[in-house]
């Protein structure tokens, strides 16, 4: 996969608010960690967003939005991830007026705190910040405000979930937050996660409501899933969330 870290996987997609605007969608891979980031753009306004940047991959990330003539208010994150460093400190630098963003539950810093039902605004368009617990006490998702797509984190992934094992994680906590606030949401609503390991893009919440395999479950018999899983520890973790607890702010050598 030579050069794949700089390759933009997915491609331009056209969604509609119920206003009949266009919003500009990117997807893009990062292949170490297997992370989507994804850039959302108001066609009108030029206004941006970048939802899990990931360190390797923010210049590649900056080069698009100044390709397509944005101008990136915020480097968001799903929440303080454990399998790869953040790109919002590079972003910050790289685009001037960025800001890194990220939940308070999260306890990491940031340029701003994000809490359940705040929202994440750029152009015409807004992102409704759900809180997701449960991977992590700071996990949130967020929710296009027509409701025609979700960027789930590590909440919910294609066919799974983010494991609840370590950073304060609860099986039963998680359980809840995907069926309470994210599978409320319209069966067509298209779910965007922060990680693929098999190639898969996209999915629905009627597709996860009724295929996933864990999620299907009753919450106990997805809590002894979930406590039975024995996954490694992930490589980058001792280094990762220490840099990811700063988000991006870079602190001055003293």
Known sequence: MAGSALRVAGRQLSQYSESGAPILLRQMFEPKSCTYTYLLGDR????????????????????????????????????????????????????????????????????????????????????????????????????????????????LLIRGCGRTDFQQGCAKTLYHSVHEKIFTLPGDCLIYPAHDYHGLTVSTVEEERTLNPRLTLSCEEFVKVMSKLNLPKPQQIDFAVPANMRCGIQTPAS
């Open 44 to 155: 009108e306004s030029r206004e941006a967003i970048l939802i899990d940047p990931v360190l390797e991959t923010a210049h590649r990330d900056a080069q698009l939005v100044k390709e397509l003539g944005l101008q990136l208010l915020y480097a968001v994150n799903t929440h303080c991830h454990a399998d790869h460093i953040t790109g919002s400190g590079l972003l910050r630098s790289l685009l001037p007026g960025c800001q890194s963003v990220i939940s308070r539950l999260s306890g990491a810093q940031a340029d701003m705190h994000i809490e359940d039902g705040d929202p994440i605004r750029f152009g015409r368009f807004a992102l409704e910040t759900r809180a997701s617990p449960g991977h992590t006490p700071g996990c949130v998702t967020f929710v296009l405000d027509d409701h025609s797509m979700a960027f789930t984190g590590d909440a």
